[in-house]
């Protein structure tokens, strides 16, 4: 690989010395801004995926691609590009609009626009029908890439496997390295009965743009295809780890064993998808007393459970194995110290932020937000955090701040601060049972007063679904809302072959901790399958959905999953994943 690397720089300087002198001149000028060839779906709308090469400025690449500059900004807002410069290599999110750029425009050919045009315009003529060919602008090339397979490119672009199947005419999910496939878009991606069997005739077929590259361009992307060769071989046979305080010995773990057993049937459906895995089993009741030797071997380690024990673990294992923090959620620091720990549950904290911005994006005008606190109460993590998000979130709200034996005299409070045509948003940022118990039976009123049980939404912390003191039927007349680590939906393909499976092989019902052992491990060792032992450098681009929970990556927090399942109560009484 070195070798490699090295010839290719030599290769670049070598050209680069050819250069006449106007290319070394340092007067200064503008880098012209190409068309970026990549798009993604996110959130249902459509993007080029831009990065930002040298001396390129935000009017430049808005003009190239014919938006505005607030587009850029409303399509980034996490880049804040409003205060903060452009910097090289930064990726930029710009819109896709209806109607091309000028000058990509003036390049494609007339016949790729007009051709299936006429078609219809002749088949309506003859008072036939026909299904529609898909025009140059309905979908794009994507070339497939070593380790990609049909499953992966779907899931990139936000469309269905028989879509891009359709649109390209396969009869079969196998795809190829460099292949060219039409990934459909716009209605075409959507409305999968409306694509017909394309061949791949050049007439219509697009064509990726048939520019010459620059040589930086070129030693660029022959450096990244090689690197993606060299360290991210996938492998077929994976060897395993499991670690966990079974306590075997003496009174076994009900939890941790199912947790095993979750692991057992994620091995078992993996070997169907030809992944062979060598499990290890250690019991670590009285401490973890595996050897460097036996970690050094294993391609991924899940386990530990306890901060001290995953600790313990942290200083034997080898830097090259990873190692899976699989049930607490405390272990974010441990995760944020060592680069081969992932920290698998989503903590609390996490669940706190997602909330507010959940309230964000719900949040329309003439709404109201009304945030309740419990007066003389220092608020918890989870609770602080949530506040805080609310107060940098930009949006407008009152404070109602209160003691529950003030709780007679507050109702009226409350109505006051309420909304009059919107909807009414409560956010109760406590974790106390008793405080908690009384703003669900306040928000509870409020809802059946005047039968406004579609306009009052309650947004709450975890833990409000475990409180005693709380009926059912309150969280479902006030549209709870709430941000959590663990939800199985029950009406799920996926979630019912694991039951019939679990069932069985174990003759029992799986508990939380089963689907979580399922999760962690089918998850994560089928990236180590797909990428090899360098498998966690891709995380940040393989977003992954388990039968009970998410896991999502960003490698600007190490490697600590931010990912939470929404969860609404419905006034019809359906407990619905959003998300």
């Known amino acids: 690989m070195k070798r ?46 831009h990065v930002v090469l040298e001396r390129q400025t935000l009017f430049s690449i808005a003009k190239a691609y014919g938006v505005t500059i607030q587009d850029i900004y409303d399509s980034n807002p996490t880049l ?23 000058a990509e425009e003036e390049a494609a050919p007339a016949t790729q626009a007009t051709a299936p045009v006429q078609a219809q315009v002749q088949a309506k003529a003859d008072n036939t029908s026909v299904a529609p060919s898909p025009q140059p602008e309905d979908y794009i090339i994507h070339t497939v890439k070593w380790y990609e397979d049909l499953g992966s490119i779907a899931r990139k672009y936000g469309v ?28 075409t991606a959507e409305t999968e009965d409306e694509l017909p069997a394309v061949q791949d005739t050049p007439e219509e077929a697009p064509v990726e743009e048939d520019r010459p590259k620059s040589i930086f361009e070129t030693i660029g992307e022959a450096i990244s295809e090689k690197a993606d060769e060299y360290l991210y071989v996938g492998k077929k046979d994976v060897t395993a780890a499991l670690i966990m305080p079974f306590n075997a ?41 595996v050897t460097a030797d036996k970690l050094s071997s294993c391609d991924i380690v899940i386990g530990p459970v306890s901060t001290s024990d995953l600790t313990s673990t942290m200083r034997l294992c080898p830097s090259g194995t990873t190692v899976i923090s699989p049930l607490e959620p405390k272990a974010v620091e441990l995760a944020r110290m060592y680069n081969n ?14 909330l507010i911005d959940w309230l964000a994006e719900d949040f329309r005008t003439g709404d109201k937000i009304i945030l309740l606190t419990e007066k003389n109460v220092t608020l918890t993590s989870a609770a602080g ?48 049972e008793a405080f908690v118990s009384d703003v669900v039976r306040h928000a509870n009123l409020l809802a059946l007063r005047n039968n406004r049980k579609s306009e009052i939404v309650l947004y709450g912390l975890s833990k409000i679904r475990s409180f005693d ?33 679990y069932r069985a092989l174990f003759n ?25 032992r360098r498998w966690p450098d891709k995380l940040d681009d393989e977003p992954m959905r388990g039968l009970q929970s998410n896991f999502s990556f960003d490698r600007r927090d190490s490697h600590v999953n931010k990912a939470v399942r929404r969860v609404v109560y419905g006034p019809d009484f359906t407990i619905r994943l959003v998300n």
């Open 4 to 49: 490699i690397v090295m010839t290719l720089l030599a290769a670049c300087m070598l050209l680069g010395a050819g250069l006449p002198a106007r290319a070394q001149d340092t007067e200064y000028k503008a880098t012209p801004v190409t068309i970026s060839r990549d798009r993604v779906r996110k959130d249902g709308k459509l993007y080029y995926s």
């Open 80 to 102: 804040n590009l409003e205060k903060e410069s452009l910097k090289t290599y930064q990726i930029l999110m710009i819109p896709v609009v209806d109607k091309l750029p000028e």
């Open 160 to 187: 269905s496997k028989e879509a891009i199947m359709r649109a390209n005419g396969l009869t079969s999910p196998t795809v190829s390295r460099k292949q060219k496939l039409r990934i459909p878009t716009g209605d």
């Open 249 to 289: 010995q003496k009174s076994p773990s009900e939890n941790n064993l199912d947790f095993y057993s979750g692991v057992l049937l994620a091995a078992y459906d993996l070997k169907a998808e030809g992944v062979n895995v060598d499990l290890n089993v250690y019991d670590a009741a009285g401490g973890v007393n």
């Open 341 to 354: 720990l992932i920290q698998a549950p989503s903590s609390a904290e996490n669940q706190s932020e997602d």
């Open 385 to 432: 955090i949530m506040v805080s998000r609310l107060q940098n979130s930009g949006l407008p709200y009152s404070t109602i701040s209160y003691g529950v034996l003030e709780g007679r005299n507050i109702a009226s409070s409350i109505d006051a601060a309420a909304s009059q045509g919107g909807t009414t948003r409560l956010v109760v940022a406590s974790e106390s």
């Open 469 to 501: 003191t709380i009926e059912v039927e309150s969280l479902h007349n006030t549209n709870l809302h709430v941000a959590i680590s663990y939800f199985v939906d029950y009406d799920s393909p996926k979630v019912q072959k694991f039951l019939m499976s």
């Open 508 to 532: 029992t019902e799986p508990g939380p901790f089963a689907f979580q052992g399922y999760d962690t491990a089918y998850n994560f060792i089928k990236m180590c399958s797909r990428y090899g």
